[in-house]
């Protein structure tokens, strides 16, 4: 009982996190029809700034997302004005390709400038962890769980509460309607990339910490985040959550019960039988044109 | 007074407006007619900022207005209620009503007495305010997206088929809403198959074919012209 209690909660202190790194790619794709696949490799940049900061100055690399996130949010806004704004309304392959390049860059300059090789900040809470009866909860997982899911908080009142968040859903629901009434489209655009990169800004710190990172590591993040999005339905915050804790558990309770090794082949398992019974994903939709008429 | 001289405008494949001209009455209901492919709709979206025009000019009370984006031109008084569904579907009817307000957002006490005022005219909207868009009906939809096109209080209203779709009941009570925009002393642009209730709305017609304006004048004059039975023959005949 106790082992199972403390598989489920060390799978939702992970799913917290991951959903918080799902949550900028599927808001990013269901405004603006944009696979961001450089979100993986903008995780592995911050953490590898975190990293370096941390290494430099002792801050705690979990809060140095204080800086981090601002920092992706300034770089998505530029990353959308000078470049992604070319393939706008073009087909999500462009999107994927044009950002697989911003991947592959990065992961470039960071071989170059930080050589091939794992880190992973060690704070000196790294090795503690809370007692909770005979639970045992690791601290950074529970840092990390909280820095996500205040960001999410964060996300979830600008979205809901504010003009700018209104008007992100509009355009999200129907462009042309947010047309209408007044939204500049390539405004909201350019600052839901920004938000979307600047989640990345926050996970990559919590990265930096939980995971042992190297330049290349973006591809396994970036297949992770894609796996749950696909699994929560693309362009659904709900089904980034969703699917974000569903790949939480499936990877602590098949590393519990059977070996660490199956974690992702179960995760994407249950990917494909959703997908067989619901062919958008838990809660995707099946096309915004049904919707907005 | 809201005017279009020598208009060409299309999109891509050639100009559906092909050098037309209108002035519509300022306080007037303008009903514009006209068989499929005329160019009706096509007048509303250059009107709006959502199409530019590849030559001539749209001026407002003597300002030109063609070259402005769409939410400038919203900004300065003309609202669009499209064809097709222009509202948020997972919003609630309240939060769609307030996002026509989207503009002056910052004008909080502004926002709230425009919305009131919203919702005594459609009374839809001082029923179900917390119903999501998307489970309305078509009727009620359209009487959501054209309460929310009233929330900056526009000189000019842009409408394209109200009428689209809709049952009897709903019909008369997007009637009861153009005849109060009319009392109320607004412009109105009305772009509508069904002609006879479009001209009955109207004050005045206009009568399109090929892209430009075959005849002008009053809603009687338009009824009472010998040409109209043939045009509207015309726009009833299947691909005509």
Redesign the interface.
């Known amino acids: 009982m106790t082992q199972a209690l403390q598989t489920i909660a060390l799978g939702l202190l992970i799913g917290g996190v991951y959903a918080l790194m799902a949550a900028g790619l599927t808001l990013v794709f269901g405004i603006m029809n944009i696979v961001n696949v450089a979100q993986g490799a903008f995780l592995v940049l911050i953490a590898m700034l975190t990293w370096k900061a941390w290494q430099l100055t002792g801050l705690d690399p979990i809060l140095l997302a204080l800086a981090t996130t601002p920092l992706m949010f300034g770089l998505g806004w530029l990353l959308y004005r000078l470049v992604v704004v070319r393939v706008r309304g073009t087909t999500p392959a462009m999107s994927m390709l044009l950002t697989f390049g911003i991947a592959l860059t990065i992961e470039g300059l960071l071989n170059l400038t930080a050589g091939n090789y794992f880190r992973s900040a060690t704070p000196s809470y790294f090795a503690q962890s809370f007692h909770i009866g005979s639970i045992v909860l690791p601290k950074a997982q529970v840092y990390g769980c909280l820095a996500a899911l205040l960001v999410l908080g964060l996300l979830y009142l600008v979205l809901n509460r504010t003009?700018t968040g209104?008007?992100i859903?509009?355009t999200a629901?129907?462009p042309?309607?947010?047309?209408?009434?007044?939204?500049?489209a390539s405004s909201v655009a350019a600052l839901s990339f920004a938000i979307g990169t600047a989640t990345a800004g926050t996970g990559g710190s919590i990265l930096s910490v939980l995971y042992p990172f190297f330049p290349a590591s973006h591809y396994e993040w970036i297949a992770r985040l894609l796996g749950i999005i696909v699994l929560g339905g693309m362009g659904s915050l709900r089904g980034a959550w969703v699917g974000a804790i569903i790949l939480g558990l499936a990877e602590t309770i098949t590393a519990t019960y059977g070996s660490p090794r199956w974690a992702t082949l179960v995760f994407y398992a249950v990917i494909l039988l959703v997908l067989l019974v619901r062919p958008h994903g838990l809660f995707g939709t099946r096309l915004r044109e049904d919707?907005?008429? | 007074m809201l005017t279009l001289k020598d208009v060409h405008a299309g999109y891509g494949g050639g100009d559906v407006l092909q050098g037309l001209d209108l002035s519509v009455v300022p306080e007037s209901v303008t009903c514009v007619l006209g068989p499929n492919g005329a160019g009706k709709s096509t007048v509303l979206r250059v009107v709006s900022g959502l199409l530019k025009p590849r030559q001539g000019t749209v001026s407002l009370a003597g300002e030109r207005i063609d070259r402005l984006t769409a939410p400038q031109v919203l900004s300065k008084g003309i609202a669009q209620v499209p064809q097709t569904g222009a509202l948020f579907p997972r919003m609630s009817v309240r939060e769609n009503v307030l996002m026509g307000g989207y503009l002056i957002r910052r004008q909080r006490k502004l926002l709230e007495e425009r919305y009131s005022a919203v919702a005594d005219l459609v009374p839809l909207i001082a029923e179900r305010p917390g119903a999501p868009a998307g489970n309305l009906s078509g009727g009620q939809r359209r009487m959501v997206e054209i309460g929310r096109s009233l929330m900056l209080d526009p000189s000019v209203i842009l409408l394209d088929e109200p009428s689209l779709g809709l049952d009897p009941r709903s019909i008369s009570a997007v009637a009861a809403l153009i005849n109060g925009m009319r009392e109320r002393g607004k412009t109105v642009l009305l772009v509508e198959q069904n002609v006879r209730l479009g001209l009955s709305l109207s004050t005045h017609g206009v009568v399109m074919e090929g892209g430009r304006v075959r005849l002008h004048g009053t809603a009687e004059e338009i009824t009472d012209h010998p040409e109209i039975a043939s045009l509207y023959l015309g726009a009833l005949e299947p691909n005509g």
């Open positions: 003009w209104r008007a859903r509009a629901q129907n042309s309607g947010a047309a209408l009434v007044g939204i500049s919707v907005a008429t």
